[in-house]
């Protein structure tokens, strides 16, 4: 798989039937390894171990229902209280970060209202914070870390 604009982790691998998984830490599963879960799997790790959020915090690839149609987000990432603190999109190495990847996370965020957004392909990062009572957004240099 491609080097990515994270630091090295060591992931767990298993190979059957000439298809490569990855063990996913969150879902406690091995997960068929796409370029766009290898992604996902360093964000996971980067959040856990960079930025400090509690694994028990974190949900992956779960159904949302955005304007009566189920969607699938990549990331989640839950206050104490059950609100949501961030949600992460992410794509393969190979899709640029388009303003339709914006849309995108902007619909899943009309459901969501977390107060952060992240934009990833594993090369390039965007980083939001949301302000609702301006409807509007402003970019960030990083995630913060969990305090």
């Known amino acids: 798989m491609q ?3 994270f630091p090295a982790y060591q992931f767990r691998f298993k190979n059957n039937e000439n298809k490569v998984s990855i063990f996913d830490r969150i879902r406690k599963k091995f997960i068929i ?3 766009e879960e ?11 171990q960079e930025k400090k959020y509690p694994e028990s915090l974190i ?5 949302i229902k955005v304007n009566d149609l189920s969607k699938r987000y ?15 999109e ?11 990847v914006f849309d995108q996370i902007a619909r899943y965020n009309l459901t969501v209202q977390a107060e952060y957004l992240m934009i ?12 609702y009572s301006k409807k ?10 969990y305090n």
């Open 90 to 100: 992410c794509k393969s190495p190979k899709i640029k970060i388009t303003q339709e």
């Open 136 to 145: 509007k957004y402003s970019f960030l240099k990083d995630v913060p870390d």
């Open 74 to 88: 990549d990331i989640i990432v839950f206050n104490p209280d059950g609100s949501i603190y961030l949600i992460v």
């Open 120 to 131: 990833t392909n594993g090369i390039n990062h965007f980083y939001c914070q949301m302000d």
């Open 33 to 35: 390894l796409t370029p």
């Open 59 to 63: 949900n992956v690839e779960k159904l």
């Open 3 to 5: 080097k990515l604009n």
């Open 38 to 48: 290898w992604v996902r799997q360093h964000t996971v790790n980067y959040l856990i």
